[in-house]
């Protein structure tokens, strides 16, 4: 059982950029990776970019690997996205999730998600 809560949400204008985190609690955490998913109202939920628990070894989306960086703090069990150059299309609810299978792209492989966090990117 893992539980996930995100925050570090808002609104960017201007390129922006804006730090997500999400803590993690629960057993076992060192066997999970986590991942940063995105959705877009009408749209399918995206994968972002993922890490796992022990070790960094990450996994990017191509439309955001140059803008986007994931990394973790494991003192405080909590995994952040950095985000920069933010844009329009960046806009989506971010969410954060667990799974076993490491590197995957696929949100139904993650068992365990956060709340979700609002992110928008304006001109």
């Known amino acids: 059982q893992v539980q996930l809560v995100e925050s570090g949400g808002g609104l960017v204008q201007n390129g922006g950029s804006l730090r997500l985190s999400c803590r993690a609690s629960?057993?076992?955490?060192?066997?999970?990776?986590v991942a940063w998913f995105r959705q877009a109202p009408g749209k399918e939920r995206e994968f972002v970019a993922s890490?796992?628990?022990?070790?960094?070894?990450?996994n990017r989306a191509d439309s955001v690997k140059d803008r986007f960086t994931i990394s973790k703090d494991n003192a405080k069990n909590t995994v952040i996205l950095q985000m920069k150059g933010l844009k329009p299309e960046d806009t989506a609810v971010y969410s954060c999730?667990?799974?076993?299978?490491?590197?995957?792209?696929?949100?139904?492989?993650?068992?365990?998600w956060g709340q979700g966090t609002q992110v928008t990117g304006s001109s």
């Open positions: 629960g057993r076992a955490l060192s066997t999970y990776a």
């Open positions: 999730a667990a799974s076993t299978r490491i590197g995957s792209i696929y949100a139904g492989q993650y068992n365990y």
């Open positions: 890490i796992t628990w022990i070790g960094s070894y990450m």
